[in-house]
């Protein structure tokens, strides 16, 4: 194995780790005049809020529903904020499914030390004028695959459980899904434990489940939301738009940043979820390596860690190949401007 790419390694030192090759996306891309029929299946939360603000405004994507599984916060929480953000972004015509209120096994985790008890911050919204689609997020989003012309794409921003519920369920729908560009897991260090990210961490069995299914995955782990930041001034200029749904992203990203300065001294805070939905919209915003991705069930210090395996001889030594595109480089430039640009065409 050469150590091209790892200049700065003495002669006869190992580096502590192989970059995977980058491969060409496998993730398909909307367009204007194609658009992408896409479901979020979130748990907003605050990123999850932006993210789904961005759906709603990028023409290359038909956002055809929002499902919600409880983890930033209780379920019930989520669905309501995901009735009344889709209200306040002018689109209340797209169905919430309310999904999974925990984990397929094992103990809730929740978030609210970051979002906030209500999972939105200290962000208040006028109540939707509809309800919550009666059957349930598993329902809905079988629905919609089974009646598609085309197949899905799904974008899983919160833990992994209703995804897994709808493969175990509808086995015979993981066909009609074209991709599951999810935000989740890590190469690197986690961000709940030292291992584990937080919607992998929410339920490892539903995320192993997930990972073992071939269907195609992009991993916005957090090497790569990490790069997906949004500062004070970029606040500001969310603020500026002088809309309600501008007013919204502000006083999201404000909260974050709040968390940011007290916890970890940091200027700016990662919008995790809006990369997963961003690359389905825009072909080159983010980059990708090919990794074997295994998530850690057991219940030592790994528990729900996403174990990467990139480096091609162990691959082909153990016959594994590539389960996932993995995130690995966004252009941070465009990023503040892609959702400052989303908040300023919505109402
Ligand atoms: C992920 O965990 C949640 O708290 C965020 O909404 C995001 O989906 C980041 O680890
Ligand atoms: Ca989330």
């Keep these: 194995m050469g150590r091209a790419g790892f200049g700065d390694w003495e002669h006869g030192t190992l580096p502590a780790f192989h970059a995977a090759p980058p491969v060409p996306r496998t993730a398909p891309v909307g367009t204007r005049e194609h658009p992408l029929p896409l479901i979020i299946d979130s748990d907003p939360g605050l990123d999850d809020a932006l993210a789904i603000g961005l759906a709603v405004a990028r023409p290359e994507l038909d956002l055809l529903a929002v499902t919600t599984v409880g983890g930033n916060a209780d379920v019930q929480h989520c669905t309501d904020n995901a009735l009344r953000l889709l209200h306040a972004y002018g689109r209340s015509d797209i169905p919430v499914g309310e999904g999974a209120p925990g984990p397929l096994t094992g103990e809730v985790v929740r978030a609210t030390a970051i979002h906030g008890e ?90 192993d489940i997930v990972f073992r299914s071939s269907v195609p995955i992009t991993m916005m782990g957090l090497d790569v939301t990490h790069q997906a930041l949004l500062d004070g001034n970029a606040a500001r200029r969310l603020r500026k738009l002088g809309t309600g749904s501008g007013s919204i992203a502000a006083e999201l990203v404000e909260f974050a940043l709040d968390r940011e300065r007290a916890w970890y001294d940091a200027p700016a805070a990662a919008i995790h979820d809006a990369v997963a939905v961003a690359h389905l919209a825009i072909p080159d915003l983010v980059s990708v390596a090919g990794y074997h991705v295994e998530v850690d069930i057991t219940h030592g210090p790994a528990r729900g860690r996403t174990v990467c395996e990139g480096h091609p001889r162990r691959l082909s030594r153990s016959g594994r190949r590539p389960n996932a595109d993995v995130g690995i480089h966004l252009d941070r430039g465009r990023f503040e401007e892609v959702m400052v640009d989303a908040f300023a065409r919505l109402p």
Excluded at 128 to 141: E, F, H, K, Q, R
Excluded at 180 to 199: D, K
């Design 118 to 207: 209500s999972g939105i911050g200290r962000t208040r919204l006028p109540p939707s004028p509809v309800a919550a689609y009666p059957d349930g997020a598993v329902a809905l989003m079988a629905q919609i695959l089974r009646e598609s012309p085309v197949p899905v794409a799904i974008a899983p921003v919160g833990p992994l459980t209703n995804i897994a519920l709808l493969l175990r369920v509808h086995p015979e729908l993981a066909s009609r899904i074209a991709h599951l560009s999810i935000m989740g897991g890590s190469i690197g260090e986690g961000n709940t434990t030292v291992s584990a990210e937080f919607n992998i961490y929410a339920d490892p069995e539903a995320a």
